[in-house]
C-alpha cells in the first residue's frame, strides 16, 4: 500500500500537534492459481490408465483508493520528534477471473480495505 496525503493539524502544546490526514491509496494486488486434474480413462482388455494435467494463470493488479487517518506529533528532545498514526485506506471492490475456460476460478475482492498504524522518530534540522 502506498498513499499521498495531506495533513492539516491543531497545536495543543507548543511542541505536540494532532492532526488528521487524507488522500489517494493505491495497492499492488497479485493473485497465484495452479490446477491439477486427474482423470482415470478405463480401457476394456488394458488396466486402466491416468492422465494428468495441470494449468496455471496469474493476475496483477493496480487498485486506486482512497486514504483517511490522524495521529500526533510531539517534540521528545531537543530537534528530535516522535510521531504515531493510523490511516484506513479503501480500494472498493474488485473482481477478477482466471484459468478461463473449463476451470475458470472467479475471485471477488469485497470492500477490500487495508488498516496501517504508523509509528517514526525524525530529526529536525536548523532548530
Same mark, same amino acid.
Given at each position: 500500500?502506498?498513499?499521498?496525503?495531506?495533513?492539516?493539524?491543531?497545536?495543543?502544546?507548543?511542541?505536540?500537534?494532532?492532526? !488528521? %490526514?487524507?488522500?489517494? @491509496?493505491?495497492?499492488?494486488?497479485?493473485?497465484?492459481?495452479?490446477?491439477?486434474?486427474? =482423470?482415470?480413462? *478405463? /480401457?476394456?482388455?488394458?488396466p486402466?490408465?491416468?492422465?494428468?494435467?495441470? !494449468? %496455471?494463470?496469474?493476475? @496483477?493488479?493496480?487498485?486506486?483508493?482512497?486514504?483517511?487517518?490522524?495521529?500526533?506529533? =510531539?517534540?521528545? *528532545? /531537543?530537534?528530535?520528534?516522535?510521531?504515531?498514526?493510523?490511516?484506513?485506506?479503501?480500494?472498493?471492490?474488485?473482481?477478477?477471473?482466471?484459468?478461463?475456460g473449463?476451470?475458470?476460478?472467479?475471485?471477488?475482492?469485497?470492500?477490500?480495505?487495508?488498516?496501517?498504524?504508523?509509528?517514526?522518530?525524525?530529526?529536525?534540522?536548523?532548530?
Amino acid at each position: 500500500m502506498t498513499a499521498a496525503c495531506a495533513r492539516v493539524g491543531y497545536l495543543v502544546t507548543p511542541s505536540t500537534i494532532l492532526f !488528521a %490526514s487524507g488522500g489517494v @491509496s493505491w495497492i499492488q494486488n497479485q493473485i497465484d492459481v495452479s490446477s491439477v486434474t486427474s =482423470t482415470r480413462v *478405463a /480401457h476394456y482388455c488394458a488396466p486402466d490408465t491416468i492422465s494428468t494435467s495441470t !494449468a %496455471s494463470d496469474s493476475l @496483477s493488479k493496480t487498485n486506486m483508493g482512497w486514504s483517511l487517518g490522524g495521529g500526533i506529533e =510531539t517534540k521528545i *528532545a /531537543h530537534n528530535w520528534l516522535a510521531r504515531g498514526e493510523y490511516r484506513y485506506s479503501s480500494y472498493g471492490s474488485q473482481q477478477a477471473s482466471l484459468m478461463k475456460g473449463t476451470q475458470q476460478i472467479s475471485v471477488d475482492f469485497d470492500k477490500h480495505s487495508t488498516q496501517t498504524l504508523l509509528v517514526g522518530v525524525a530529526y529536525q534540522f536548523g532548530q
